[in-house]
């Protein structure tokens, strides 16, 4: 024990002397917490539209007034040359056209039918069908106010009617920054642990003091647990920071669940991850290959631990990469904690699955490290 107290008062020593890295711990992750949130945000507004109306009639301008009125869509040009607007497409400063044909009051109002062009620009996929989707319902709500207006509805309905009701649980705001604060919080996390564990060891190496450790009569276990215990309190302090005042105060998100059940998570995720740093250092002789292998890891957590899309989605063989990730279960736990309030009943899987990875890169970790006097 006290072999690991001194080793935990030279790490911290080194840390708080380092100027450049205290910025890296402390200060990007609550930045990157503060703004990123802000701009992952997936609902779709703003979308630039251009309007070809060939018939310039009432019917025509009440149609661009509510569509200009949804809130989802910009009117970016309103000709009537179909030319001029789709060039607009080719050069990315439209992403729908909307032609409306001449005679289209005339035609709605004696046929009670006619047709509406839309070109759509599909280079975004999500953000031209979304588009697309909203264009279509708004015009479908513009031909149920005609049919409101001309026809003449009989007093009593003959078809039958059927009253949906809903009721949105856990999200009632369906505000999406309270999806998007918990996954990103637990990815700085990640970020945090990974890249700082692996950059301290291998830093050790290229200066040469890791060799002055190795001829001491220090114990591997005794040489991990100092590199890990540090940097396990460190990320304790910037989760807690980035849930009690950030989302907190700036998104007003508070956890449903049990603090304590989230921290016991918190807890255990730490290690796997530490130890997945102090793995990748094992393997690594300088600090450009450990950035190098641990931004390779990075990646396919981040974009395939169900942060930004549903794992559900995914195909198979990527799901099974996705559940191979402790970060796919910590970002479900700490949505479902502060979101749900799930209890431990409802994670039991999820905990078995985080504590089998810190089990299982720490003990690989100890086996590589090779101790040489």
């Keep these: 024990m006290r072999t690991i107290l001194f080793l935990l008062q030279k790490e911290f020593r080194q840390i708080f002397r380092n100027r450049s890295i205290l910025p890296i711990i ?60 789709f060039e607009l497409i080719e050069t ?64 009593y309905n003959p078809m039958p009617v059927v009253e949906v009701t809903s009721s949105v649980w856990f999200n009632p705001h369906m505000n999406y920054n309270f999806f998007m604060v918990p996954g990103i919080l637990a990815i700085l996390v990640t970020m945090m642990g990974s890249y700082m564990t692996a950059l301290n060891i291998v830093k050790e190496k290229e200066i040469g003091t ?41 998104y007003g998100i508070v956890p449903l669940g049990g603090i304590a059940l989230l921290y016991g998570f918190l807890a255990v995720y730490l290690l796997a991850i530490l130890g997945l740093g102090l793995l990748i250092s094992t393997y690594c002789d300088t600090q450009q290959q450990a950035m190098s292998v641990t931004f390779f890891f990075m990646m396919i957590f981040m974009l395939m631990s169900g942060l930004f899309t549903s794992i559900d989605s995914m195909p198979i063989w990527a799901k099974g990469i996705a559940y191979l990730s402790p970060v796919t279960y910590f970002i479900e736990v700490v949505r479902m904690i502060v979101l749900k309030g799930s209890t431990f009943t409802d994670l039991k899987i999820h905990f078995a699955a985080i504590a089998s990875f810190a089990v299982v890169l720490n003990t690989w970790a100890i086996l590589n490290y090779k101790k040489r006097s």
């Design 26 to 85: 402390f200060v990007m992750p609550l930045m990157q917490l503060i703004v990123l949130p802000l701009a992952a945000d997936y609902e779709v507004k703003n979308i630039n539209l251009a309007v070809v109306d060939h018939d310039h009639s009432p019917y025509s301008a009440q149609l661009c007034a509510k569509i200009s009125g949804s809130g989802y869509f910009r009117l970016v040009n309103y000709g009537s040359d179909f030319k001029t607007a």
């Design 92 to 155: 990315d400063k439209a992403d729908l056209v909307l032609e409306i044909p001449a005679g289209f009051e005339r035609t709605v109002v004696r046929e009670n039918e006619d047709k509406v062009f839309i070109a759509v620009n599909a280079i975004n996929g999500v953000k031209a069908g979304l588009g697309g989707s909203y264009l279509n319902r708004i015009l479908n709500d513009f031909n149920q106010d005609i049919r409101l207006k001309w026809m003449q509805l009989p007093r």
């Design 210 to 250: 890791i060799e002055q450790l190795n001829v001491t009569p220090i114990r591997k276990h005794h040489f991990v647990l100092g590199k890990l215990i540090p940097f396990w309190v460190l990320g304790m302090f910037v989760f807690s920071v980035g849930l009690f005042i950030i989302a907190r105060l700036i």
